[in-house]
């Protein structure tokens, strides 16, 4: 998705060489996941003479919206508190992104 995003609209093989420049991935990797997130309405897909052109379906601010609630409902049946714990306990997360989740929630309470 974010390469999509990044490029605005774009090939499997576009896709592929960006990915491929970051790390190996096989090309019906990419290809498989982009018509995954075609057929969950993530992207729209075009064909454009032997390829099909994937762009955004949505706003970025919305899929990921969208993809977060799906995981916590699945992984979290629902509840953000435990995905909450895991990353503070899981990841490093500085005093001032701390500072700022702080702020959110105390905002989110009023």
Known sequence: MHVVWELGDATVRQVHDVLSARRP???????????????????????????????????????????????????????????VLALLKDRKISKRELDEIARLAEEHDR
């Open 25 to 83: 991935v096989a090309y019906t990797t990419v290809m498989t996941m982009l018509g995954l997130l075609a057929k969950k309405g993530h992207l729209k897909r075009e064909e454009s003479g032997r390829a099909f052109v994937y762009r955004p379906a949505h706003p970025k601010g919305r899929v990921v919206s969208r993809m977060l609630d799906d995981f916590v409902e699945r992984v979290f049946r629902g509840s953000a508190r435990p995905l």
